[in-house]
């Protein structure tokens, strides 16, 4: 016999007429007796990826990311006699998620041979907002060998090859946990069965009487989102009169403030902030910016200083040294704020505002 083979796409051919459908019909039931002698042993495994019990996602991580590389698991096999036709392994998802606008381009490789019919995987949304889960799987038919990962994220694949006699049918899967999004909450992705396997005849499309299912599981994963909650900061600079600014580059009495850094979880290399001005710089060197539009003053800005006096850099990332990435923790950044004469005093309200950025690392 010749040994030819298929890869099944979709599950619902199309009805073209009725004189189509009754040679269909007469055609399955020629082939009945045959699909009827059709057994396998063997299958009825439960298979597992195992992530880590814990993720942690930097909130700066790309979307799209692969938070854990391809994680395989094992073989579950069918050794089935076939005495002629189509027929195959197939995998089918229990994935109940929404389809995310992600995909991953990584192909899984654990040895086997790199994939002929799949450029990129689907990524089902979870529950928890930003994390999503892809999944591949291989099959593999002895008449006709190796088919190459399958996505087989939201539908079922299969893979089919018409060689008789008598031959072991295999597959194996590939998962991945991927960041789909803005990751602000975390939680807890619980164990679950997220897959099985069969072996599926070609025609009708149901699977192999009397073969055993296969399940594939995979374990709860807490997911930690690497971010500390910072919140806004007013800082009242005071009521001041002309006499206090005598001159250009005279200031008032410095007030000092804290950005907090709260709820900061462990296991980050490390933060660095940034602060920078909305409004424009009038002193760069002297980290002076000018008042915004609310204000009705003139011939005053506002001095940026760190907690010790000094003057602090407008846009540079500094790191923060009293992160603890073994606990984890709430902090503070000192620092304070001056008005700095630039030129004429009007008197009137003077405000300004600024942005503090936070990288996690």
């Known amino acids: 016999m010749t040994t030819m083979m298929k890869h099944l796409r979709m599950l619902q051919p199309p009805l073209r007429g009725l004189r189509i459908w009754l040679g269909l019909l007469l055609a399955f039931a020629c082939i009945q007796g045959a699909w009827a002698q059709v057994t396998c042993t063997g299958g009825g495994d439960t298979l597992n990826v195992t992530f880590p019990s814990q993720i942690a996602v ?7 990311t692969m938070l854990t590389p391809w994680t395989y698991s094992g073989n579950t096999t069918w050794t089935c006699n076939n005495p002629g036709g189509y027929y195959g392994p197939a995998a089918q998802p229990l994935l109940t998620g929404s389809l995310s606008s992600v995909t991953v381009s990584t192909p899984p490789n654990n040895g086997l041979p790199m994939p002929d019919n799949a450029t990129s995987y689907a990524v089902v949304q979870t529950a928890i907002p930003g994390i999503g889960i892809a999944m591949a799987v291989g099959v593999f038919d002895k008449g006709c060998g190796w088919h190459g990962w399958f996505d087989d994220t939201t ?33 807890v992705l619980p164990a ?3 897959a099985q396997a ?8 149901v699977p192999v009487p009397g073969a055993a299912m296969s399940y594939l599981t995979m374990n709860a994963v807490q997911i930690i989102p690497l971010t ?12 001041h009169y002309p006499s206090e600014l005598p001159s250009v580059g005279s200031t008032t009495t410095a007030v000092p403030f804290n950005i907090g850094l709260n709820d900061c979880p462990a296991g980050m290399n490390g933060i660095l902030y940034e602060i920078d001005p909305v409004t424009s710089v ?14 009705t003053a003139t011939g005053v800005g506002v001095q940026l200083l760190d907690g010790t006096g000094t003057v602090f850099p407008l846009g540079t990332a500094k790191p923060f040294s009293a992160y603890n990435p073994g606990t984890g923790g709430s902090y503070t950044i000192p620092l304070q704020a001056r008005y700095y004469r630039t030129g004429t005093l009007t008197p ?4 300004s505002s600024m942005t503090v950025t936070m990288t996690y690392q």
């Open 58 to 64: 930097p909130r700066d991580e790309a979307v799209g």
């Open 155 to 187: 539908k079922l694949r299969a893979s089919f090859c018409d060689a008789g006699g008598t031959w072991p049918n295999r597959a194996v899967f590939a998962v991945a946990i991927v960041k789909t999004g803005t990751v602000s909450t975390g939680g």
């Open 192 to 194: 679950a069965a997220i």
């Open 198 to 205: 069969y072996p599926l005849l070609y025609s009708p499309h």
């Open 228 to 239: 500390c909650t910072t919140p806004d900061i007013p800082v009242q600079l005071g009521t």
């Open 282 to 295: 009038v002193d760069s060197a002297q980290s002076v910016v000018a008042l915004d539009s609310s204000s």
């Open 348 to 351: 009137g309200p003077a405000n």
